[in-house]
């Protein structure tokens, strides 16, 4: 019954790719019910999950190995929650993708891929076994290039598209190569056995190794979470389809990184665990600061998705993977609701740059409403789900270091600080005059997935004593410095992001224009790659090119060349000595001839001549003899 | 033995033949010397024949006379041949033969 | 006696093509199809009755032919030929099919095509080495006129480079066949396999080597590949098919058949030069493939790069990586394969190759799109595809033995995926140039051609046990037969 899981979006799959044209709108709907089907098959299993059963299935796949791969799924708490979220989620935002595809030419193809997409991640989260979760992680990589790159007759998506793969993909190496070295220490793969494979190098008094492999394993997460320094890829990918953005780039696969150092913990070391903590929090830092200065409404979204992403890196950091488990399904929902509706605003507006847009709020009511209810999630309001998560993640900071704690807290503020940037700058304020009339709501098919991860993103908290077994209760002071960073964001956001007020004084305001000049750019990281990385990867490309054509090849060909000249000398000797024996030789014989045939005058009397002379001298010559 | 008379008459004919052959440039002429060296040596022929004794030296000395008709025939031909090519009949004017 | 059939069916239909008149096209193509088709057939009816189970050589014919050198005609397949008999025969059969386009001389190409696949099949099934260097340079003849005649470009430089550079290479081997011979006095591989392994180690190497020269050229090993990339290049799409799909085999064959059993101690002193040169081949040659702009050298240095996989397996000596590189050889052959034909049909259509030449086709041509798409990610190793597995148990493989060539070899993929991402982006995305505007799709007698290679490619990918389980003892049992002399 596992199986029919991620089954049954990929049989989706195969039959939008197959007949999806003739299927027109309705393939949609296959989509949807795939992936309905598997959220409800999902939710059959919690009783036996929340038991802390650990329900599996698995196949045969290799026999080369020794001992024979079995690959199979799986299903334990940690899997469950990345189901649920996947299949729900999912679900949701394929419906919104009905009304917000709903003018494209290659409609069924987008939910093909989006179907695709699902049985990958659903597969990826529920394998035992780590050829078969590098399998689906390629293959969620692949859907994601799919898909940024949809719209692909613009150059900006197709290069985005190659971005997100190739960037990932040197993460992948590095997950690749820790799968190789586990195999080839511990001889094992297995999933559900890592506390065995801990043991036998706890043992062995190795756990270099593991420091080593669990360094590899994170450098996979690094490149598909996005985080420092292999997340220049997120930013771009919000060329693709909105809904896309939602759940890939936000909700799941992005998450796919932080779900991959909670199920491998158990291989992590103190040492390797310090790299993920410092990883996360600049991650966490570097994002949010890039995302204040972002005009691009799904640029901030993206920068905003890295620097939350980093938090939970963070928290994974300190060994607390309830706590960053809890924080994914909250940002799950609130991330998600969030690039709806701003998918919802691109799709009244057809604009998404901040400076075009303004005063919203009054003629979009129900996205600006769940907007406001995601970033208070998102800042940490209280009660609402985000707050909870964000809690948790403070909580284990503070038992680990206060200075971790108040840097957190910082973030926490710059976090209010630009998501509340994004809210007022859209709905509120002037409205820009814009060509297109009046924009109005999205249609119901939009809003009401919309509504329903609003529902999640407010009440998802709760959920998090009795799935994650966080510590449950309010922690008075934490509740307070919290709620303090929330306000210091939100009023700076008012105060500088909307009404433009310089509150820097007067003599710090060059080096303030220079770190904003500096974020704005996002720190250079992407020219810097280009200089440093890109461009000289390409030239030696080109120089290897040269290379092979000028020096192997011209070796090749001088070798060839060789030959025909030796071929020439040869000959040249062959004419000189050889020849010339023989011709020496004809040469000879022919002056002979030439002297000899001076006697052939051709007159017969000369020849008459001798004959008689002959006679004389024959008879003379036998008279001398007889004699 | 003292020769007969006859031999110094054969003597005679064959040095005047190789006489003619040496000295005459109408081959025509030297036809008619080559006759003469052959009628030299049919006389031997007969001469000796009787000395020994047979017919052996008269049946070659017909046999040389019929001969001699052929290549008479022969080289007339030739000759005739050798007018229509080279428009002489002069033998030291045709080198045909010369190598 | 089957298997002299897949060697008499080719002959036959090439006798017939002889003797049909020049003009009568359609009768040739049909015989020369039917010929294939019934080569196909019978290859299929060989895996049928071929015991998976069994490790040793099956269905033997052996017939003496010249018994005063003891050189006989002696056939037979075993878990590492019989994969490359179906891939030769399926190829073989596909690339046929897309041979019906050759507009000019049909009589003189399909003799010279059957021709080829008998050569190349009696390569693959010989277990005599004499008749296994007969057959091997009797390939090298059609192969010549094939792509001297109806190739492109360069086509009789490319011609006259692929034939003295390979029978350059044949004719170090054929001085370790006869160094072979002077000391054992037999042509029997079954029993040459038993009796070379004692040679003294000097002697192994050095003809570890000489084979090695001969079957590196034909892989190719860097620096051998530069003929490749212009014979692929400059032959006609079908003929750089085999070429691709089949003819590289024939060398990595080669070092399965041969060189590792004969020369057990070679192989093992020979071991850390083959990884690194494994490993060169999969950088170097992605390296190179990113800075072409023709598609077709593109995809032919592409080749050079996936070959290193095969060398990086067998350098391993380890199960995992021995069936890894037996696999990427057939992976190779398929994914490629289909590449070469994918870009036939572009070049057919657009008359150029010229990568920064198109653009946006992916609007225009769905169905080429989507096909091309497919396998140049197959090519990249998309886990769900043939080349995944392969490459990924030649990494399992040789990462145990070859730690640093291999940890290079796996940051070449991402090079791999650079370049393939890169063509892709080229040909199928961004604006669609207005010169390909009339462009057509694929017509149903080119996705014929291609979909059967896709199937395949996908069924591996999914299922790899299907191919594994037939070549699995055989290897296992080679590994044995290697560790056993040490």
Known sequence: ?627 | MAPHPLLFTSCALVALGVYGILTRRNAIGILLAIELILNAASLNFILFGRWVGGVDGQAFAIFVIALAACEAAVGLAIIMGLYRTAKTVLADEVNLLKG | MILSGLLLIPLIGMLVVLLLPKTATRLIRLTATVSTALTLGVSLAVLRLFDPQAAGVQLETFIPWIPQLNIAYHLGVDGLSIMMVLLTTGLSFLACLASWSIPERQKEYFTLYLLLELGMLGTFLALDLFLFYVFWEIVLVPMYFLIGIWGGGRREYSAFKFFVYTLAGSLAMLLGILAIYVATHTFNMTELAQVCPTFAPGLQHLLFVAFFLGFAIKVPVFPFHTWLPDAHVDAPTPISVLLAGVLLKMGAYGFFRISYPFFPEGARWFAGAMAALGMINIVYGAFVAMAQTDFKRMVAYSSVSHMGFVLLGLSSLTPEGFNGALLQMFNHGTITGAMFLLVGVLYDRAHTRDLTAFGGLGSRLPVYAAMLTIFSLASLGLPGLSGFVSEFLSFVGAFGVQRWPTIVSVLGIVVTAAYMLTAIQRVLLGALNQRWQALPDMTPQELVTVVPLLIIVVLVGVYPLSVLRLQDPAILALLQHVGMFQ
């Not at chain 1, 403070?394 to 206060?402: F, N, Q, V």
């Open chain 1, 1 to 627: 019954m596992l199986a029919w899981i991620p089954g049954l979006p990929l049989a989706a799959f195969a039959v939008l790719i197959l007949v999806g044209r003739r299927l027109g709108r309705a393939s949609a709907w296959v989509s949807v019910a795939a992936l309905a089907s598997s959220a409800f098959l999902t939710l059959q299993l919690t009783p036996h999950v929340l038991d802390g059963q650990r329900l599996a299935v698995s196949w045969r796949w290799l026999s080369a190995t020794d001992p024979a791969w079995f690959l199979g799924l799986a299903v334990d708490r940690l899997s469950w929650v990345m189901l649920v979220l996947v299949t729900v989620i999912g679900t949701l935002i394929t419906i919104y993708s009905i009304g917000y595809m709903q003018d494209d030419a290659r409609f069924s193809r987008f939910f093909a891929y989006l179907s695709l997409f699902c049985a990958a991640m659903l597969g990826l989260v529920m394998a035992n076994h780590f050829v078969l979760l590098y399998a689906c992680w390629e293959l969620v990589g692949l859907c994601s290039y799919l898909l940024i790159s949809f719209w692909f007759e613009k150059p900006e998506a197709a290069r985005a598209g190659r971005k997100a793969f190739l960037t990932t993909r040197v993460g992948d190496t590095g997950l690749l190569i820790g799968i190789l070295a586990l195999w080839v220490t511990a001889g094992q793969l297995h999933l559900g056995r890592l506390e065995e494979i801990r043991t036998f190098f706890v043992l062995r008094d190795q756990t270099w190794w593991l420091t080593i492999i669990s360094t590899l394993i994170f450098l996979g997460a690094v490149g598909k979470s996005a985080q420092i320094p292999l997340h220049v890829w997120l930013p771009d990918a919000m060329e693709g389809p909105t809904p896309v953005s939602a759940l890939i780039h936000a909700a799941t696969m992005v998450a796919a990184g932080v779900y991959l150092v909670a199920r491998t913990l158990p291989l992590f070391t103190p040492e390797s665990l310090r790299l993920v903590l410092w990883i996360g929090l600049a991650t966490h830092l570097f994002a949010g600061t890039v995302a204040l200065t972002m005009t691009d409404i799904k640029r901030v979204l993206a920068y905003s998705t890295i620097s939350q992403l980093g938090l939970m890196m963070t928290a994974l950091g300190l060994g607390a993977a309830s706590s960053a488990m809890f924080h994914l399904s909250t940002h799950a929902f609130f991330k998600a609701l969030l690039f709806m509706a701003a998918g919802s605003v691109i799709h009244a507006t057809h604009r998404q740059d901040l400076r075009e847009l303004g005063g919203l709020g009054r003629h979009l009511p129900w996205t600006r409403a769940l907007f406001l209810i995601a970033a208070l999630s998102m800042g940490g309001f209280p009660l609402l789900s985000g707050f909870w998560s964000k809690d948790a993640i403070l909580l284990s900071a503070r038992e680990h270091a206060p200075w971790l704690m108040w840097t957190l807290l910082g973030g926490a503020a710059v976090t209010a600080g630009y998501i509340f940037r994004l809210y007022l700058r859209c709905f509120h304020g002037s409205p820009v005059a814009s060509g297109c009339g009046t924009p109005h709501d999205s249609p119901a098919v939009m809003i009401l997935p919309m509504a329903a991860l609003g529902l999640g993103a407010a009440f998802a908290g709760f959920a998090g004593p009795g799935v994650f077994h966080v510590h449950g209760g309010l922690d008075v002071p934490m509740l307070i410095s919290s709620s303090v960073a929330l306000s210091i964001g939100v009023t700076l956001a008012f105060a500088v992001g909307l009404k433009r007020r310089v509150l820097v004084p007067a003599v710090l305001r060059p080096l303030g224009t220079k770190l904003y000049r500096l974020a704005a750019n996002k720190y250079y990281v992407d020219e810097a790659y280009q200089r440093w990385i890109i461009g000289p990867f390409l030239d030696a490309t080109a120089w290897l090119s040269r290379f092979d054509r000028r020096i192997i090849d011209g070796a090749v060909d001088a070798a060839g060349l060789g030959g025909w000249r030796i071929g020439q000398w040869k000959e040249r000797f062959d004419r000189v000595v050889i020849d010339g024996i023989v011709n020496g030789i004809a040469l000879v014989t022919r002056s002979i001839g030439h002297v000899v045939r001076r006697a052939q005058t051709g007159v017969i009397h000369h020849y008459l001549f001798w004959v008689v002379a002959a006679s004389v001298m024959l008879m003379l010559w036998i008279r001398a003899v007889s004699a």
